[in-house]
Structure formats: C-alpha cells, structure tokens
C-alpha cells in the first residue's frame, strides 16, 4: 500500500507511489526517470548513488522513503542551471576525471555536498571526504584536482 | 573461401568464455545501408588475411563454407557533411569512442564534433569478435583510418574530375577539397550529392606517418563528456521503453547446484506477475522492480548441491587437478615451450633457485552490474545489454531461443566498465527468457552479490619456478611451470639460453575467464618476483641485475625511463621504506614500474607512497587518454596486488560485496607517475591492460627492500605484514 506520493526533486514537487520501506534510489530512477543516480552496491558502499538531501550526501540506495519527508533532493540532474555546468561538472570535463564515467555522478554529489560545507578543503580533507566513493577506472588522482579546480572556480564567482 | 580477418592475433587459453563459434554470420545489405543513412560515399573495410573462424571467436567452421566477404567498419560520409563511422568496437570506459573519432577526423579532415560514431550495434555496425585483448586501438584504429583516408581520396578525385585538373594541386581540410591554384573551393556534401558511391578499401592505402598528425597524437577530451557529467549518459541499466517490467532471477543455493523441488504458487498469486520455471532457470518479471523482489522472494526452491573445495585449500587443489591442454580451440603460444637444456644448465650453474608463487581468485567489479533489457516483437528479439562482445552476446541469444542470428539485434550502449568481465550474455538471455514468457519488454540488472557470484572470475594460479645462474648474475636455466591461471605474458623476455615453459589447465573450482591483461599479471609477479630473489642471491642491483639479463631494446629503455623519473638508487629516506622495481611486455605494450613502500614493521601497515610507470606502446594516438589509461590500470592493480581475493566454500562466495571485498579507494592511492615513451616510427599498440603488470612485483619487491619478507602471492598484505 503506497503511502508517500510527493518527492521534492530538483526544485519541484513530482508525484510518485512508494512506501516508507522503499529505497529513494529505485523511486528516482524507475518512477521519476533520474537515472543519473546509479546503482552499484545497495549497502552504501561505493557512492554511486549519491544524492544530496537538504545540500549535504546521501547514498540514496540505503536512504528509506519514509526518512525523507519534505526535504529537498538534488540528484546530478539538477546541478546545472539550465545550460551552464555546475564548477564541479565543469571542473570533471577539464580534468578528464572520467573513464566509465558510472561513477562520476555520484563523485560530482559527495563533491558538491563537500564543497557546501568547506569552500576549500585541502587534499587530505577530500581524501576523507571521498573515501566512500569508488571508482574502479581509477581516475581518482584526476577527480581530487578536478575537486580543487571547482572549489577554485567557486571562490572566483564568489560564491 | 574462407574469411580473412588482417590481424593475427591467438586467443588466450584463460578466455574460457570464448569458446564457442558463431553458427551463422549474415551480411548487411549495402543498399539498406543508403536508405537507412541517404546518399553520400560509403566506405567498406574489408578485412584481409587468414584464419576467419579464430577471429569469431575460437572454433573451427564447417569447411569449404561459402561466406561473405569480411567487412570489418563502414564509414559513410552524407548529403549534409556528415561523417557516421559503424564499427562493432564498443565503449566501456577505456575512450575508444574519443580515439577513433579522432583518427578519422585526421585522414578524412574533418572537424572533429562532425563524426558520430555508431558501436556495437549488431543490426547496424559489422561483425566484430570483441572488444578485448587490445586490439581496438592496433586494429580497428588503423582501418578506420584506411576507411577515411580513401572517402578523402573520394572527394579529392570527385573535385578533380568536376573541375577538370589535376588532383595532386587540390588539398582536402576542414570538410572541403581546395584547389591550391585557382583558390576554388568545394564541400565534401556537395561533392556527394544525390550520389551513392561505395568502395570497398584497399589495403594499401598511405597513411600519415605519426609525425604528421595533427588531430590524433594530441589530448581530445571526452567526445560526449557532457552526457556523463549531467547523468544524461543513458547507461545499459538505465534503459527504459514503455511497457516494461522488472526482472528478477531466483538463484541456486550453490554453484552447480541442481534444483529438487520448487513452490511458485505464492509468487504467481501477485497481481502482474510473471513466474517463469524453465529447468535450472527460475525467475519473475513484475511491473515494478519492488514487486519483482517480493515475487522472487515468495519461492519456494530446494537445491541440492555437492561439497566443493574452497579458497583454503585452493592452491593444492588446482595442482592436483591440472587436466592436459585442450588441444582444440587452444590458441595460445605452443607448449611446453623448450630451449636448450635445463638439466646441462641447472647442473653448471653457480645459483639455484626454486620458488612457487600464487595468485587468487578476483572480481572485475565493474562499478555497473550487468544489466540487460529485452524486447521480443514476435520472433525477432531486440536486447540492449552491457557486453564488451555484442556479436557474441547474439550468438548466445540465437542459441539459447533456437532462432537464427538474424532475429537478435544486440545494442550495447556505452556502459559502465568490463575489464574482461562482460563477455559473456547470461542477462541479455534471462531478461529474454523472461520477456517472452511475460510478453512484454523485461529488463534484468543483477545485484552486487549477483555480480559478484553469477559472472566469471580472474583464475587463481600455481606458479612453480625453478632457475640456475652464473656466479656474474647471468641466468641459465629457466623452468617455468604455470597451473591454472594461463598463458598470457607466460614467455621469458630475458635472454635465457636454456628454457622450459609450461602451461597445466586446472578443474578451476570457480567459473573463470578473462580479466585486464590476462594470466600476464600472474606471470610477471611470478617472473618478476623470482629475477628479484635472483638479484639479492647475486648480490646485484635488481635493475642492473635486469639490464644485464635483457636483450630487448625497447624494454630496456621503459626500464631506464622509469628508473630515472624514480631517481633508482638513491639512499632510503625513511626507516621501513623500500623501493621495488619490475616490468615487461605484453600485447605490444611494454611496461616498468617502480614502487615505494613504507613498511611499519610493528603495526604490520603497509603503505604504497609512490608508483612510478614508464609505458611503451608505439606511436601515441591520444596521450592525455593513454595516461589515464596508465595510471587507471596501476590504481585497479593496487587492488589485486594488495588485497582483492575471493573467499569461498563449497559453491558459496563469502565475500561477494563491497562491505567485505576490499577495493582500491582515494586513501589508498599514491602519487603515480606516467612516463609515455612517445615512438612515432612504430605502430600503435593497445594500452589498456599491460600497464597493470608490473605493479604487483614491483610492489612485492619494495617490501622485501623494506623488510627483508619475500611475499610471492597475490594479494600481497591483505592483512598486513606479517613479520613473524
């Protein structure tokens, strides 16, 4: 029996059919069509799935519906504004921080939930911060200098 | 006639999973190719040389088979200007799409946001036995640029003709031929237009010389990169077409478990369900993903399965269970491999050495689990599923429905990483299975545990070596044994006068297959571990020790390159440092790296501080992209190297997900260096694999450096060092 039917997702109240039980990851992808957000391990453990909740990280995978109530989700596909890249995408396409690329989104959320708490974190705070996020390609030298390119970018738009 | 593919290339005994031939091979009709893409100039590339039936895949065809000619890439060039290149190449992470894009953009001199590349799709693109081994950059890079170096020889004679002068004046850049004399100018589209001309490329073609490129050989970022970091990128698993329902497959209770009874009532009671029972095979289909869970869940299924060994005893067992070679669909080097005498050596040798060295079982763990979604439209089956051999996935498909090849149309859109791991179609064939019994599209992506028990794994291996040397540090004698894990990089490049090389197939407990770079890692941590034990016993430098062992030029110069960028032999800097080096060569790839370890003796902690990886592979097509490549395979190696290993028990992974399979992650990685040896006058090799092979003995041998333990099996530490 279906007991929550709105999502706050990107800025706007979409209708959906779930229960407390279900997984936020499965409601975005299959009934909202944000497949951006991806699947990779269902226990937490890589990243892939990574959504922000009220700005900071969640792994959607292991995040229950019923946990989520009226706050406001922001998956990969709500980063941009409109056709300019967020710092953090823009900054992922410069430095190549990319092979498969199954990864990068949830890379650019942990980063994006990092950045909303710390304008510059040094290498070692965003080894810490990205720990729980895999990337089997092993690119992960790119992504931390595209982490710190974007930070640099933030700070030149003043943000 | 038979079909004759132009690269020679044998197929490694470890890739169990490629067995088996296609049946039936059908060809595309040219003609529908027009219609499908309008006029303009068509490009087939024909595919020269011998031995047909190894390029699709191992098996032998019936003989005297009539066949069509082998085409192995169309490039068509439009009314409109532009440029659809089909290949059945696919991406999987590894940036094919980009360098391909960027060798026809080269030879056709065309802008390079002018090219689409349509792969793997096995209604449209030409047949292709895989994306593996590689052979995309060595192989399909080449034809590509024979397929567009003569559309521009097209246009150039289309231009000559239509202008009446001679075309050694006319020039093609930017889309357009140009005559150099009167300055007049032409667009390839109109050049084309209304026409519908085909050629079938000669083999001779002239290419630039790689000192002339001047769109391959330079960094080109991500073709599509704004579809990945936008999650627009719609992967393998994140198909959808209306209509469709979940599926979800009830899994045996053990590996070659048998099925005793089963109870499907309750399942079949959910609304919307579809129970599928069909011998082994049990699964639902159901409108949500949820509901598919809750069905499969609802089953009632015994199996039966028999005791089996497990990774404990797992070395013993594939020694005493080594089976003779196979001689059929067996295309690896000939073996036993022999030169000279052993036994005349070993007994005029100064040095002895005997050593055994293990690997273990690991996962690919590609980040995106396999995935499939299946559509049947009466007998006609479309799938779009994540494999690295699409044609190979519509063998299967073909088989296992009893249609022939031409009712399945395989797409694979670019997906979420293979490393070897995606060969093989059990998910395209579930979510079949269960499409045609449900009558709607279904689509399958497995689970992590899926993932991790139901594909196939790198083989563990028994690596026995036996050598003799000179008192100077020559080696002598070379007696090389390999159980189980293969054939790969299973050849000595040191120059050793007398040799035995041998590979034993195992009963591998596990369901094995390919992985980046093969048996090759096995075999240079066993080779490259064992001359570093023969460089202490001499008392010489292990990079000297190598040097003086060493013939091969080209390997010599990526060991001196990583040497010098590591600064080899300076002092230790830190108690419980240690410096390793170790390299080789392999699918024409030649490879050294050096490795800095820090060893807390008490703790037990063993630290990578630094890796550096010089890298040959002929002519660089993309460096930025080849330095990825390098350092992304040296970060996947960390894994395997330290401590990846599947635990198991009779038929039962222990450790099949992510919260107890270690996996490299951003703590664990040092600063890694790539240094690319740039050969221009050489032709390009792949770079995808080799550059994992030297990490682990590399590794292996920083920690003896620092502690003094001699580890020989992989993973290395996977509960730290144990020093007493």
């Given at each position: 029996?279906?007991?929550?039917?709105?999502?706050?997702v990107?800025g706007?109240?979409?209708?959906?059919?779930?229960?407390?039980?279900?997984?936020?990851?499965?409601?975005?992808?299959?009934?909202?069509?944000?497949?951006?957000?991806?699947?990779?391990?269902?226990?937490?453990?890589?990243?892939?799935?990574t959504?922000?909740?009220?700005?900071?990280?969640?792994?959607?995978?292991?995040?229950?519906?019923?946990t989520?109530?009226?706050?406001?989700?922001?998956?990969?596909?709500?980063?941009?504004i409109?056709?300019?890249?967020?710092?953090?995408?823009?900054?992922?396409?410069?430095?190549?921080?990319?092979?498969?690329?199954y990864?990068?989104?949830?890379?650019?959320?942990?980063a994006?939930?990092?950045?909303?708490?710390?304008?510059?974190?040094?290498?070692?705070?965003?080894?810490?911060?990205m720990?729980?996020?895999?990337?089997?390609?092993?690119?992960?030298?790119?992504?931390?200098a595209?982490?710190?390119?974007?930070?640099?970018?933030?700070?030149?738009a003043?943000? | 006639?038979?079909?004759?593919?132009?690269?020679?290339?044998?197929?490694?005994?470890?890739?169990?999973?490629?067995r088996?031939?296609?049946?039936?091979?059908?060809?595309?009709?040219?003609?529908?190719?027009?219609?499908?893409?309008?006029?303009?100039?068509?490009?087939?590339?024909?595919?020269?040389?011998?031995?047909?039936?190894?390029?699709?895949?191992?098996?032998?065809?019936?003989?005297?088979?009539?066949?069509?000619?082998?085409?192995?890439?169309?490039?068509?060039?439009?009314?409109?200007?532009?440029?659809?290149?089909?290949t059945?190449?696919?991406?999987?992470?590894?940036?094919i799409?980009?360098?391909?894009?960027?060798?026809?953009?080269?030879?056709?001199?065309?802008?390079?946001?002018?090219?689409?590349?349509?792969?793997?799709?096995?209604?449209?693109?030409?047949?292709?036995?895989?994306?593996?081994?590689?052979?995309?950059?060595?192989?399909?890079?080449?034809?590509l640029?024979?397929?567009?170096?003569?559309?521009?020889?097209?246009?150039i004679?289309?231009?000559?003709?239509?202008?009446?002068?001679?075309?050694?004046?006319?020039?093609?850049?930017?889309?357009?031929?140009?005559?150099?004399?009167?300055?007049?100018?032409?667009?390839?589209?109109?050049?084309?237009?209304?026409q519908?001309?085909?050629?079938?490329?000669?083999?001779?073609?002239?290419?630039?010389?790689?000192?002339?490129?001047?769109?391959?050989?330079?960094?080109?970022?991500?073709?599509?990169?704004?579809?990945?970091?936008?999650?627009?990128?719609?992967?393998?698993?994140?198909?959808?077409?209306?209509?469709?329902?979940?599926?979800k497959?009830?899994?045996p209770?053990?590996?070659?478990?048998?099925?005793v009874?089963?109870?499907?009532?309750?399942?079949?009671?959910?609304?919307?369900?579809?129970?599928?029972?069909?011998?082994?095979?049990?699964?639902?289909?159901?409108?949500?993903?949820?509901?598919?869970?809750?069905?499969?869940?609802?089953?009632?299924?015994?199996?039966?399965?028999?005791?089996?060994?497990?990774?404990?005893?797992?070395?013993?067992?594939l020694?005493?269970?080594?089976?003779?070679?196979?001689?059929?669909?067996?295309?690896?080097?000939?073996?036993?491999?022999?030169?000279?005498?052993i036994?005349?050596?070993?007994?005029?040798?100064?040095?002895?050495?005997?050593?055994?060295?293990?690997?273990?079982?690991?996962?690919?763990?590609?980040?995106?689990?396999?995935?499939?979604?299946?559509?049947?439209?009466?007998?006609?089956?479309?799938?779009?599923?994540?494999?690295?051999?699409?044609?190979?996935?519509?063998?299967?498909?073909?088989?296992?429905?009893?249609?022939?090849?031409?009712?399945?149309?395989?797409?694979?859109?670019?997906?979420g990483?293979?490393?070897?791991?995606?060969?093989?179609?059990?998910?395209?064939?579930?979510?079949?299975?269960?499409?045609?019994?449900?009558?709607?599209?279904?689509?399958?992506?497995w689970?992590?545990?899926?993932?991790?028990t139901?594909?196939?794994?790198?083989?563990?291996?028994?690596?026995?070596?036996?050598?003799?040397?000179?008192?100077?540090?020559?080696v002598?004698?070379?007696?090389?044994?390999?159980?189980?894990?293969?054939?790969?990089?299973?050849?000595?490049?040191?120059?050793?006068?007398?040799?035995?090389?041998?590979?034993?197939?195992?009963?591998?407990?596990?369901?094995?297959?390919?992985?980046?770079?093969?048996?090759?890692?096995?075999?240079?941590?066993?080779?490259?571990?064992?001359?570093?034990?023969?460089?202490?016993?001499?008392?010489?430098?292990?990079?000297?020790?190598?040097?003086?062992?060493?013939?091969?030029?080209?390997?010599?110069?990526?060991?001196?390159?990583?040497?010098?960028?590591?600064?080899?032999?300076?002092a230790?800097?830190?108690?419980?440092?240690?410096f390793?080096?170790?390299?080789?060569?392999?699918?024409?790839?030649?490879?050294?790296?050096?490795?800095?370890?820090?060893?807390?003796?008490?703790?037990?902690?063993?630290?990578?501080?630094?890796?550096?990886?010089?890298?040959?592979?002929?002519?660089?097509?993309?460096?930025?992209?080849?330095?990825?490549?390098?350092?992304?395979?040296?970060?996947?190696?960390?894994?395997?190297?330290?401590?990846?290993?599947?635990?198991?028990?009779?038929?039962?992974?222990?450790?099949?997900?992510?919260?107890?399979?270690?996996?490299?992650?951003?703590?664990?990685?040092?600063?890694?260096?790539?240094?690319?040896?740039?050969?221009?006058?050489?032709?390009?090799?792949?770079?995808?694999?080799?550059?994992?092979?030297?990490?682990?003995?590399?590794?292996g041998?920083?920690?003896?450096?620092?502690?003094?333990?001699?580890?020989?099996?992989?993973?290395?530490?996977?509960?730290?060092?144990?020093?007493?």
């Amino acid at each position: 029996m279906a007991t929550i039917t709105q999502l706050n997702v990107n800025g706007t109240s979409r209708n959906i059919s779930a229960d407390s039980q279900d997984s936020l990851l499965f409601v975005l992808r299959d009934q909202l069509g944000l497949t951006g957000s991806k699947y990779g391990c269902g226990e937490g453990q890589c990243g892939a799935c990574t959504v922000l909740i009220d700005g900071t990280a969640r792994r959607s995978c292991i995040t229950r519906m019923g946990t989520v109530g009226d706050k406001k989700i922001t998956t990969i596909e709500g980063l941009a504004i409109g056709e300019r890249l967020h710092p953090l995408q823009q900054a992922f396409l410069d430095e190549a921080a990319m092979q498969c690329a199954y990864c990068t989104s949830g890379m650019i959320m942990s980063a994006a939930s990092l950045l909303n708490e710390n304008a510059s974190p040094s290498e070692s705070e965003i080894l810490n911060f990205m720990e729980g996020n895999v990337c089997r390609c092993g690119t992960h030298p790119r992504i931390v200098a595209a982490i710190q390119k974007a930070a640099k970018m933030q700070k030149g738009a003043g943000q | 006639m038979t079909a004759k593919p132009n690269f020679e290339i044998p197929v490694e005994p470890e890739r169990y999973e490629l067995r088996e031939a296609p049946p039936y091979r059908f060809e595309t009709d040219r003609r529908e190719f027009f219609k499908y893409l309008g006029a303009g100039v068509l490009i087939l590339c024909a595919a020269k040389a011998a031995r047909g039936a190894q390029e699709s895949g191992g098996g032998q065809r019936h003989s005297g088979e009539a066949l069509p000619q082998e085409i192995s890439a169309w490039l068509h060039v439009g009314e409109d200007g532009s440029v659809t290149v089909f290949t059945g190449k696919v991406e999987v992470g590894q940036n094919i799409r980009t360098s391909l894009t960027q060798a026809v953009a080269e030879e056709l001199h065309v802008a390079v946001d002018k090219v689409q590349m349509v792969m793997g799709d096995t209604q449209l693109t030409p047949y292709d036995r895989g994306t593996f081994g590689s052979l995309s950059t060595p192989v399909m890079n080449l034809q590509l640029r024979r397929a567009a170096a003569a559309a521009c020889d097209i246009f150039i004679n289309l231009a000559a003709a239509q202008w009446q002068v001679d075309r050694t004046q006319l020039l093609a850049a930017d889309g357009r031929v140009t005559d150099q004399a009167t300055r007049k100018s032409v667009e390839y589209a109109a050049l084309v237009k209304g026409q519908q001309l085909t050629e079938t490329l000669p083999a001779e073609d002239p290419l630039a010389p790689a000192t002339e490129w001047t769109v391959a050989g330079k960094s080109l970022p991500k073709v599509d990169g704004r579809d990945f970091v936008t999650g627009k990128h719609q992967y393998p698993s994140d198909q959808k077409i209306p209509d469709m329902l979940y599926g979800k497959v009830v899994r045996p209770s053990a590996f070659n478990a048998t099925l005793v009874s089963v109870d499907t009532h309750a399942a079949e009671q959910i609304p919307g369900v579809t129970v599928v029972h069909d011998g082994n095979f049990i699964g639902v289909a159901a409108p949500s993903a949820t509901a598919a869970r809750t069905a499969a869940a609802a089953i009632r299924a015994d199996w039966k399965s028999d005791p089996q060994p497990s990774n404990k005893e797992l070395f013993e067992y594939l020694k005493k269970n080594a089976v003779p070679r196979d001689a059929e669909g067996d295309h690896g080097d000939p073996m036993p491999y022999h030169s000279g005498s052993i036994e005349t050596a070993m007994k005029s040798a100064d040095h002895h050495l005997q050593q055994t060295y293990t690997v273990a079982y690991i996962a690919h763990c590609p980040l995106e689990p396999r995935a499939a979604l299946a559509q049947w439209n009466g007998d006609r089956l479309t799938v779009w599923t994540g494999t690295q051999r699409p044609f190979g996935v519509r063998t299967e498909l073909a088989s296992a429905f009893h249609i022939s090849e031409d009712q399945v149309r395989v797409l694979m859109p670019d997906m979420g990483s293979g490393y070897g791991g995606k060969h093989t179609g059990e998910t395209a064939i579930e979510a079949a299975r269960l499409a045609r019994a449900a009558k709607r599209p279904v689509k399958v992506t497995w689970t992590r545990e899926e993932e991790f028990t139901w594909a196939y794994f790198r083989p563990a291996g028994v690596i026995e070596i036996t050598s003799g040397m000179s008192a100077d540090g020559t080696v002598t004698a070379w007696e090389y044994h390999n159980y189980n894990s293969g054939t790969a990089g299973i050849r000595t490049y040191y120059d050793i006068a007398n040799q035995k090389i041998e590979f034993h197939p195992s009963r591998s407990p596990l369901r094995q297959g390919s992985y980046r770079g093969l048996a090759a890692t096995a075999n240079h941590f066993a080779r490259e571990s064992h001359m570093d034990e023969l460089a202490h016993m001499a008392g010489r430098d292990p990079l000297a020790f190598r040097l003086h062992n060493l013939k091969d030029d080209r390997l010599k110069a990526v060991f001196k390159a990583a040497a010098q960028k590591f600064d080899w032999g300076r002092a230790k800097a830190l108690p419980g440092q240690g410096f390793g080096i170790a390299g080789g060569f392999d699918k024409g790839g030649y490879i050294a790296t050096c490795a800095e370890v820090s060893v807390d003796r008490a703790s037990g902690d063993v630290k990578v501080t630094r890796i550096v990886a010089a890298f040959e592979c002929g002519a660089i097509v993309n460096p930025d992209g080849l330095r990825n490549q390098v350092v992304g395979a040296n970060i996947m190696g960390l894994g395997g190297a330290l401590f990846e290993a599947i635990e198991f028990e009779n038929g039962q992974i222990l450790n099949g997900r992510f919260s107890k399979y270690r996996l490299p992650r951003f703590s664990d990685i040092p600063p890694i260096e790539a240094v690319l040896l740039d050969r221009k006058d050489l032709p390009s090799a792949g770079a995808g694999e080799s550059p994992i092979e030297g990490l682990a003995p590399a590794i292996g041998n920083a920690i003896f450096d620092a502690s003094g333990v001699r580890l020989r099996s992989m993973p290395l530490v996977p509960n730290g060092l144990k020093t007493t």
